[in-house]
């Protein structure tokens, strides 16, 4: 077993010391900024649910140390089944006005928003979660959601993006995910022709099953030619970001993350789009995986893609993967993470 970690271990040296000594041109992005996922608007089971009992919404203290750390970037979780209860209802006022203290607090911070859709392709309709294209649950209903958040937000100056949807995955075959994400493209550009709009990948944004999943969203039309293609990258063995065994267990190396990016990137560049990393995060109990993302985030940083450590916010306690200080104390991620602010 020794004998066969050492090897897989040499191969992955090689790979990537092969990888970074090829003179590969940058992806096509200026400067962007690194940040923080402020996660808590997508807790609960309950839906809607009761607000601060079932989830919150980022404070400004939140707030304050993600400006603390130097970063000008939080990607923002929310959920579709409590901002807009009715299907193509309106926006409802008291969750609208919590996401909108979000943006006007991170604003006067100098932090840019990315709005992130939580909802993995779903959405409860009264007591029962349906998948878009089942249960009465339609492309046109997302559109008109994204239609309504544009024109709310589309006169703010700190949108970085709207993110369409968290992680879509097993869509249905009569209504692919690529679909789905033309038509809120082009209700978002009915109210908002400057501000990007970020299309995770499906599969749960695999940047490693890029290709086999996701190659077809290359073929979006975008009025404003301002699309930003997502995808999230974790280090355990199944890439969940569960991380349930021991470093050894998980089959881990200080280059795993390089490795699970490459179809994303070769994409991104073979296709000249650009491209950010939502998801990305590290246990911290082990000293080793802090290697692995700092190789991870080094890599990112020279390629000109950017991206949000998973995750920061109020109600994450002693969660082994959350970067939100306890009781004052930093977490062991944060030395990291805080290295890297900008793309080169």
Not at 51 to 75: E, M, W
Request: charged share 25%; glycine share 8%; aromatic share 14%.
């Amino acid at each position: 077993m020794g004998k066969k970690i050492k090897f897989s271990f040499l191969v992955a040296v090689i790979m990537v010391t092969s990888l970074t000594a090829q003179n590969f041109s940058k992806v096509n992005n200026p400067p962007q900024p690194f940040g923080l996922n402020l996660a808590g608007a997508d807790f609960g089971k309950n839906f809607p649910g009761v607000y601060n009992k079932d989830y919150t919404y980022p404070t400004a203290a939140n707030l304050d140390y993600v400006k603390s750390k130097g970063f000008q970037l939080i990607r923002l979780p929310f959920k579709w089944d409590r901002i807009q209860h009715q299907l193509y209802g309106e926006l409802e006022k008291e969750e609208l006005e919590r996401l909108r203290f979000v943006v006007d607090e991170a604003a006067k911070r100098d932090i840019l928003v990315l709005f992130d859709l939580h909802n993995y392709g779903r959405r409860y309709l009264g007591e029962t979660r349906y998948i878009i294209g089942e249960g009465g649950l339609e492309i046109a209903h997302l559109a008109d959601l994204w239609g309504k958040i544009a024109k709310e937000f589309h006169e703010y100056e700190n949108i970085w993006g709207y993110g369409l949807m968290n992680e879509p995955n097993n869509m249905l075959d009569g209504t692919p995910w690529v679909k789905i994400a033309q038509a809120s493209i082009l209700a978002i550009r009915k109210y908002d022709m400057k501000n990007s709009i970020v299309v995770g990948g499906d599969s749960w944004s695999s940047a490693e099953r890029w290709m086999q999943f996701s190659d077809n969203l290359k073929n979006l039309f975008d009025p404003a030619d301002n699309l930003i293609f997502e995808a999230h990258v974790y280090f355990d063995n199944d890439a969940s970001g569960t991380y349930k065994k021991s470093y050894e267990e998980e089959k881990a190396n200080p280059y795993k993350g390089i490795e699970r990016i490459q179809p994303f990137i070769k994409w991104l560049r073979e296709n000249n789009l650009r491209g950010f990393i939502g998801e990305y995060g590290i246990p911290d109990e082990d000293e080793r995986w802090q290697v692995c993302l700092d190789n991870f985030l080094s890599y990112l940083q020279d390629n000109g893609i950017n991206g949000t450590y998973w995750a920061a916010g109020p109600w994450w306690g002693k969660n082994f993967m959350a970067i939100q200080p306890i009781e004052g104390q930093e977490r062991p991620q944060m030395k990291i993470v805080e290295k890297y602010l900008w793309t080169k």
